[in-house]
């Protein structure tokens, strides 16, 4: 009796949470500022994948005869089997010669993979603590002292000293963004879990005998789907500018490897003679964040269930 009555609770919960998130997904899709932010984005993501074939050179290759080179200039260069060509560079040239309309199409890369690296990590680490920290009444108070202690400290100051400590590099500053990002994604789920707990389908899941863990990840993690999407678009934008800032300190991403924020670190010394340097990283920059912010707050508008009924 206790087995079916166990299979009745799971399959109501289970079902009732299916079809919730199904007719909030619908409406996210009527939403305006989820369309838009989605459209940036995925021209971002296109222009990431297709880089090679958008007209782009080597983006490492150092052509000192080419040294900044307003956009738009015809410049003549040397191929790898001797021979020269002439071509129009779209964004100009850095003080390297370096070809800016490459480094900011290759960047993009860069950038889009840290921002959903440390979005999809903290969200995971963050919601396996979370649910044990809201669920496990005596693991709670030691587990948030922890997240209280990490979220005094500046995320941006963490993020400096954790690349400071070790060599930096890519999955470096991927770790250094996720250690400040992860006590915010605790709270949020400790919080979502606090309510759910009460609520009578779960306590009809206790009555029965249902495991610890069966009741944490089967009953109380779907109802942690629609905010953790929403913490996860800010985290994602929050990272992208992070990176950025590191790399303009020059302790984030190597010189070597394009990213909007190594970029426009290198350009700023001559920024008032040549601002192609700084000015399109910076809107590639911008666009991006814009597009993730204004997806987030559109399905931050349609996921809550306070905010729904206005959309």
Known sequence: MSAISEEVVDSASIAAASTKRKSLWALALRNPAVIFGGVILLIMLAIAILAPYLGTVDPTRIDPASRN??????????????????????????????????????????????????????????LVIGLVSGYIRWADGFIMRIMDGLMAIPGILLAIALVSIWRAGLITVIFAIVVPDVPRVVRLVRSVVLSVREEPYVEGAISV???????????????????????????????IITEAILSFLGIGIPPEIPSWGNIMAEGRTLFRVFPHNILYPGIFLALTVLAINIMGDGLRDTLDPKMSKKV
């Open 209 to 239: 005998g249902t495991p610890t863990w069966t009741l944490m990840f089967r009953h109380i993690l779907p109802n942690t789907i629609a905010p953790l999407i929403v913490q996860g678009t800010f985290i994602a934008a929050a990272a």
């Open 69 to 126: 080179k307003n956009p738009g200039t015809e410049i003549t260069y040397r191929l790898d089997d001797g021979s020269t060509a002439k071509r129009v560079v779209l964004m100009g040239t850095d003080s390297l010669g370096r070809d800016v309309y490459s480094r900011v199409l290759y960047g993009t890369r860069v950038s889009l993979m840290i921002g959903v690296a440390v979005a999809a990590i903290s969200v995971a680490i963050g």
